[in-house]
């Protein structure tokens, strides 16, 4: 694979001291010891901030599935390709959240083990997701990590009002019957979160604010 290549290749040239003793030590940092490893639940080995994360190609989280910039937990081991956002490292491990009242949410890792192919479909936005879960066992609710973090307002680029988020089209008014994005001309399900703007009927899915897939 030339991505995991590659990046060990940057991996080894940014950490070459930790690979054994015939790895030559990049000069800049012989006096500037690396941070100290810290343990996180979401995997068996020990992880190291990065301040800024370098490398030629897109690296994606393994948290969120979004690529990685800025302040980044990076894994250990030279051989394992598992990195998180500082604020995917940082997410609470329980979360009350307005979408689901009733229970309580738990952050997994992975989806949950009685779920087929290991893969979740987020009730926010109908797409999958393969690493960290906002999950209700109970329910069988989940939600990525990005969609619960949502705000309740938003400012869209194509649009000149704050845009308001809604769980439902019909928690916006019970008689409105169906409800296409204006932005990508699509059905939108009823269930599936929008933002909308009530002074100009206009209205958009969730995750067509958000730059990339999860
Ligand atoms: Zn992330
Ligand atoms: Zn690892
Ligand atoms: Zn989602
Ligand atoms: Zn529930
Ligand atoms: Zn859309
Ligand atoms: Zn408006």
Request: aromatic content about 12%; charged content about 20%.
């Amino acid at each position: 694979m030339l991505l995991r290549s590659k990046w060990q290749n940057n991996f080894i040239w940014r950490f070459g001291d930790t690979l054994g003793p015939k790895m030559a030590k990049p000069k800049h940092l012989k006096h500037s010891p690396l941070r100290p490893c810290v343990n996180h639940f979401s995997h068996s080995h020990p992880l190291r901030p990065i301040d800024q994360i370098q490398a030629e190609d897109e690296l994606i989280c393994s948290g969120c599935g979004l690529e990685v910039t800025g302040r980044t937990f990076i894994c250990s081991k030279s051989w394992c390709d598992f990195l998180v956002h500082k604020s995917c490292f940082d997410l609470e491990f329980e979360l009350q959240h307005k979408s689901h009242p009733q229970h309580t949410l738990k952050l997994l890792s992975t989806p949950p083990h009685n779920y087929s192919r290991k893969i979740y479909f987020c009730n926010a936005c109908r797409d999958y997701g393969t690493g960290f879960d906002y999950h209700c066992k109970i329910c069988q609710y989940d939600l990525h990590v990005g969609c619960a973090n949502l705000p309740k307002t938003l400012k869209h680029k194509d649009h000149q009002h704050l845009l308001t988020l809604y769980y439902s089209f019909t928690s916006i008014k019970d008689s409105i019957q169906s409800f296409v994005c204006d932005l990508c001309g699509q059905n939108v399900p009823n269930g599936i979160w929008v933002y909308y703007c009530e002074q100009c009927d206009f209205g958009i899915h969730s995750r067509c604010t958000i730059p990339d897939k999860y």
